[in-house]
């Protein structure tokens, strides 16, 4: 089962709409406390006329300062299903599944994107948070080359990430019952 890993949701600004077609990605940087793997990333969609094909959530590493001016780095170290934007109707939040979870060690910051090419007038939008400034990430724009968005950290998709952790293993332990939490 899934638990949520990160995440930015928390709505104490101005939502906005951002387009997905000259700039055709936005990924938003995020830190896991543990080892884990991530199967499905969440995003607030809509669209505008009737846009084809499909999205993808994309997993980069990160270069540059964290939650300040970072961009993603080099190739995606994983990748989503398709997504066929087709489905979006309502604005909302929508899933963008991992069949194959992406394994990612701690403490180390990476960044997850939306991508899809439209047109002016058939389009899919992310919303993002232009006043938020709780959330430690940063978000970034794709235009052939990735560039931190205008704002740093104030700047930032809203999104979920869902995954599992990875545990150390206790050498010699076969089972545990009855404890509440363990420490490492």
């Known amino acids: 089962m899934s638990v949520l890993l990160a995440s930015n949701n928390n709505d104490h600004g101005s939502p906005t709409l951002l387009n997905l077609v000259t700039i055709t990605k936005y990924a938003v940087a995020f830190s896991l406390p543990n080892r884990a793997t991530i199967d499905r990333v969440d995003y607030t969609l809509s669209k505008v ?47 963008f599944l991992f069949s194959t979870p992406a394994a990612l060690p701690s403490a180390t910051p990476y960044f997850i994107s939306v991508e899809h090419v439209g047109t002016a007038s058939n389009r899919v939008t992310v919303q993002l948070d232009t006043d938020e400034t709780i959330y430690a990430g940063n978000t970034a724009g794709y235009t052939g080359t990735w ?12 999104f979920f990430l869902y995954g599992n952790l990875i545990l150390p293993s206790i050498q010699g332990v076969q089972s545990i019952t009855g404890v509440q939490s363990i420490r490492f």
């Open 49 to 95: 006329g009737s846009p084809t094909g499909n999205a993808y959530a994309r997993i980069y590493n990160l270069t540059d300062t964290y939650g300040v001016n970072a961009v993603p780095l080099g190739n995606p170290i994983a990748e989503s299903d398709p997504f066929d934007v087709t489905t979006i109707g309502a604005e909302g939040w929508y899933s």
């Open 147 to 158: 560039s931190y968005l205008i704002g740093g950290s104030e700047y930032d998709l809203y």
